[in-house]
């Protein structure tokens, strides 16, 4: 609410609700209330009744607007639903109708990986400007496929998706070969120049073996790029706010299927007994999921 109504833009000097709501043109009862809400979840600052948003917050908050507008779509998404459904009015919406309401948080999520995460890494950069073949492990619609082939057209793309509707989306609108299931296996024929997998190791039924089998996938000189979230108490990444809007997402998502939580060095073994070496680990602009760049 605070980034839809403007609130902490707002607060970047400090002041009462009651200049707050004036400002604002709010009613001052609920301004209050959202402002020590607000200072609850650590998100402003409060001396003498004035309030204001930490100087550190600021440039999160502005970058985290597409994942914050996204989540509040996604979960007025599904109260409606499953207001629907419990009156007899609709069945529960199929998964891709879910995910395709992330579109814009996935695609800057994308736009990050593709275009700040390969230029930090210039031997992956090469690598994916030299063409090969790529897959996406969890490709979901396929916005990532997309985003792939625009820096890298001439990738010879793959993905693999557990959902089916997902992934005939996928097929359509990228033209790339899409598989469905959950491990790759040996499905693909022949091995990959580079492998991604991006918040997809939380509903995955065995991630030991899902990372084992890109390890044997991964040519030499090849690179997997991970991203997973990390459970860590002293996430310096994240808000308590921001953590719990994220297990919301994933479980209105994942449902029954959201199994795994990793602290940054339970991941780190991971992809050790599955043979990669961490070649880099970069940080998000808005606190998300880090990157960690691999090797064999």
């Known amino acids: 609410m605070g980034q839809s ?3 902490f833009d707002a607060l970047q000097s400090p002041k009462t609700p009651d200049t707050l709501a004036q400002e604002r043109g709010l009613e001052p009862r609920y301004t209050e209330l959202w402002c ?5 979840y650590g ?26 507008y996204t989540h509040l779509h996604l979960s007025r998404r599904a109260n409606e639903t499953l207001e629907a459904v419990f009156g007899g009015r609709a069945l529960p ?8 309401l992330l579109q814009e948080n996935l695609q800057a999520n994308y736009r990050w990986l593709f275009q700040e995460v390969t ?6 950069e090469q690598k994916l400007i030299q063409a090969g073949r790529a ?23 793959f993905g693999l998706e557990d959902d089916y509707e997902c992934a005939q989306e996928a097929e359509r609108t990228t033209k790339a070969v899409i598989h469905v299931g959950e491990f790759p296996g040996t499905r693909f024929g022949r091995g990959f120049d580079f492998i991604v997998c991006f918040r997809t190791l939380s509903a995955i039924s065995d991630p030991g073996k899902l990372l084992a089998e890109c390890a044997e996938l991964l040519e030499s000189g090849g690179f997997f790029l991970l991203g997973s979230e990390t459970s860590d108490e002293n996430e310096h990444r994240k808000s308590l706010a921001r953590v719990q809007g994220e297990r919301l997402a994933y479980n209105i998502l994942a449902g029954d299927h959201l199994k795994n939580s990793f602290t940054e060095k339970e991941l780190r073994d991971l992809l050790t ?9 970069i940080d998000a602009p808005d606190w998300a999921t880090p990157a960690l760049v691999c090797t064999i």
């Not at 020590?36 to 609850?40: F, I, T, V």
């Not at 998100?43 to 597409?66: A, I, K, N």
């Open 93 to 100: 919406e199929p998964q891709i109708s879910l995910r395709l």
């Open 43 to 68: 998100m402003l600052d409060e001396q003498d009744g004035h309030y204001q948003t930490p100087h550190q917050y600021s440039d999160w908050l502005h970058d985290s607007r597409g994942f914050t």
């Open 273 to 281: 007994r599955a043979g990669f070496k961490i070649q880099a680990e």
């Open 135 to 157: 897959l996406e492990i969890g490709c979901g619609a396929g916005f990532g496929l997309s985003y792939l082939r625009s820096y890298y057209p001439n990738l010879e793309l």
């Open 36 to 40: 020590e809400s607000a200072r609850s």
């Open 5 to 7: 109504l403007g609130l």
């Open 119 to 124: 230029s930090a890494v210039p031997a992956l």
